[in-house]
């Protein structure tokens, strides 16, 4: 047959590892543009901003832009040691397997606990915030004079539509639906145009002296010593993390891009160099426009820090704030679905690897995706949005600040899991010292103590939104609560499935020193 | 027909409906099958990241997945598995067609519709508009028929329209590699706006009907045995389900007149027969390409 069978058609039964069928892939379909336009349409950069500016603010005052530059600092370092592990062990299951095989299957079980944890508050976040501007959008373009938008802050209409977005998200992602390149594109550049208009307008109202509460820019607002205590920097900092993440997606994009040696590098630093103009140009416009009062438009004031756009897009845009609305809600549309494919797959790992029940392993025959684990956390996300409506006084920051927490935890092990899982390789090369040991491990310092940091200042009543139950914060609850669930599961899945416990599906390993071998 | 069969296979009851007709027209004719599962290409994901260890992990349990539907395939019947990646279940079905110079492409019906019927879904509508090669649609419980269930007879729809010669050379190769008998089927009432009174579309009908089938006999060769009927009814569906079928009959259907020369498209009266249908409908290209079904090809008897 070999006039007719081209090398694209790999026949299973003697091919498993030929040609195509390497990574089972069309090789090198994404190209720096493609990936640009992925990472930044993972880090949604209108839906970040909208909802930890505030959160931000509260915490450091002007020194926003400051925060920003720091934070990004851990995030990358944790990133490098991200991409080696990718490189050396691809797998869905990510931190999850990772830290299985540098530190054994519990530890490896809480990462993996870790970033579904994350992943799902941040899913319940995103629907929460497409809804505001979902009725907001309705709202300008009707011109109902806020009659709509409030509507949105209506516990029961707001949970039943926050439902039906997750519920919409869901579906696309069961099935697979993906919008056309060209449209994500335009999605993407559409969403960038927007929040540089938005910057480039508050810079005309502090001009024109019809700012809010103009605040002249100074240089101290780029200083972290200019913040004052310690907690409010470390607070600053885990939401700084947020900010970035899904940044790494650009950086570990290897074997897929046109050209491996250099897109995957260029694209991260693209992405970034677009996302960090982006967050500051914003910040520091927003805040030279607004201010950091605790009335009204400022931005200190607790009423509007949970979503800051939506109540500065009207005065500082004008009939163009739908414009906002909108880049806002695609932003957070298109990474709801990016976003959901990251709990489903390392569920999946979990589920194949024997940590949790096989179902989890099971990958839909039609569409070709995790089915049972993507439906598993879409209604973990629903149920945790529907309990905390109820239960905080302002939902989205104290998910916001839970999430920042639960990011630090999980990629702090996975930083060590780097160091820890190559430590015969550290000393192979120069390189290998800065990026599979100073970088990562330093990078996870910094997460570790923030997130014990983070822990310890929330058991404050009135940290984040001021929501406490018996006199300890909500958010220091929540994260307390979060692990010691994942425990419990983790316990009883041992029992039930020992397996994987004993490290008989996914071994301890370290792979030997390539000096050593050439020697 | 001693060409190959692609059968586009999914994990689902469709699929194994698709792989238990395919069996059984390679039992029938001789042809070898392909079993094709179709993955979706990274091109089209423009959101979600890519992610290599998803992918491997999708393609081992993509190639167990056919590893199960080839030990349903019975052990006479030449058979080879593949895994294709593609923007679509149509595509990639109509490419390893085209590369192998496939004679046949059979897929199972969406799930959903009744027992033993066939509900279009929209893979399978995208197929008839893309393929140029015949489609076999295989009703829900196909996999029920035993494989080895010969093929007692093949019901031509016939129409006036261009495509009656590839539809009646479909259906003469595939009587003669099948040893079924052939039998010329005209539907009346076709064509006909629904606010004319139904007399008279039964006289129009049948006058039609007759022509059709004396000048679609006259071209079919001697040997094949052939019978004609003509079916009434006040609608396509009444008429259709008022003919009588043999257990593992097969009907041919030409394709619209809309579609373009040599690809498929299912034309209303089509559309509607096949809700009706109780039996597998194969879809016959206005114009047959250079894959004629039993023309001898140049991938015949090849490993």
Known sequence: ?519 | MSGRIVVGYTATKAGADAVALGSRLAVASGASLDLVLVLPNEERSVITPPDPGYDRYLRGQAEQWLAGAAAKVPASVEHREHVRYAESFAEGLTAVADEIGAALIVVGTAQGGARGRHTIGSTSTELLHSSDVPVVLAPKGSRKTDASAAVPRITVAVGTRPGAEALLQTAASLATSTGAAVRLLSLVTVDLPPTVDTGVIRLAGAAHADDVLARAKAELSADVPTEVVVARGDSIETAVRGIEWLPGELVLVGSSRLAQPRRLFLGSTAAKMLRELPVPMIVVPRALGPTVPGATHSVEGDR
């Open chain 1, 1 to 519: 047959m070999s006039g007719h069978e081209g090398a694209a058609l790999a026949p299973t039964t003697d091919q498993v590892e030929g040609g195509l069928s390497k990574k089972g892939l069309s090789a090198g379909t994404v190209g720096l543009i493609g990936a640009v336009v992925i990472g930044i349409s993972c880090i949604a950069p209108a839906y970040t901003l909208t909802a930890a500016l505030g959160p931000t603010v509260s915490a450091v005052g002007f020194q926003v832009p400051a925060i920003i530059l720091v934070g990004f600092i851990p995030m990358l370092l944790v990133a490098f040691g991200y991409r080696e592990l990718n490189r050396s062990m691809p797998d869905s299951g990510t931190s999850f397997t990772w830290a299985s095989r540098a530190f054994g299957p519990w530890i490896g079980w809480m990462a993996g606990w870790g970033l579904i944890a994350a992943t799902i508050i941040v899913l319940s976040n995103l629907a929460g915030i497409a809804v505001e501007f979902l009725f907001l959008l309705i709202d300008q373009v009707a011109n109902t004079q806020g009659a709509i938008a409030d509507l949105a802050f209506d516990p029961f209409i707001n949970v039943a539509v926050c439902l039906l977005f997750v519920l919409g998200a869901t579906f696309v992602s069961y099935r697979d639906m993906q919008t056309t390149q060209k449209l994500q594109y335009i999605l993407v550049s559409f969403q960038v145009a927007v929040l540089l208009i938005f910057a480039i307008a508050a810079f005309v109202h502090v001009a024109n002296g019809s700012a809010f509460d103009a605040s002249p820019v100074e240089l101290s607002w780029f200083n972290p010593f200019a913040v004052g205590s310690l907690s409010a920097v470390v607070a600053g900092l885990s939401l700084s993390i947020f900010i970035f993440w899904g940044w790494d997606v650009t950086l570990t994009m290897n074997e897929e891009t046109k050209n491996p040696e250099k897109t995957p590098g260029r694209a991260a630093t693209l992405t970034v160099l677009t996302i960090v103009s982006l967050y500051l140009l914003i910040s520091v416009g927003l805040l030279s426009f607004a201010g950091t009062g605790t009335k009204d438009l400022g931005l200190g004031n607790e009423d509007i820090q949970s979503n800051v756009f939506f109540y500065l897009s009207g005065p500082i845009l004008g009939p163009f704030a739908f414009l906002v609305s909108l880049a806002v809600l695609t932003s957070s549309a298109s990474s709801l679905q990016s976003t959901f494919v990251s709990p489903a797959r390392t569920l999946l790992a979990m589920g194949h690897y024997g940590a949790l029940p096989e179902r989890f392993a099971k990958v839909s025959p039609r569409f070709f995706t995790p089915g049972f684990a993507t439906i598993v956390s879409a209604v973990v996300a629903s149920v945790f949005y529907a309990v905390m409506r109820f239960a905080s006084e302002d939902v989205l920051q104290d998910t916001i600040l839970t999430l920042g927490m639960m990011i630090c935890f999980y990629y702090g092990i996975t930083a060590f899991a780097c160091v820890w899982y190559f430590r015969r390789q550290l000393w192979d090369s120069a390189r290998n010292v800065f990026f599979m040991l100073l970088f990562p491990l330093v990078g996870g310092i910094i997460l570790l103590y923030l997130f014990v940091q983070t822990l310890i200042d929330s058991m404050d009543p009135g940290y984040g939104s001021g929501s406490n139950i018996g006199g300890l914060g909500l958010v220091f609850i929540l994260g307390i609560a979060i692990i010691a669930i994942g425990i419990a599961i983790m316990i009883w899945q041992a029992v039930t499935r020992p397996a994987f416990f004993r490290g008989e599906t996914l071994s301890k390993d370290a792979p030997a020193s390539l000096r050593r071998r050439v020697a």
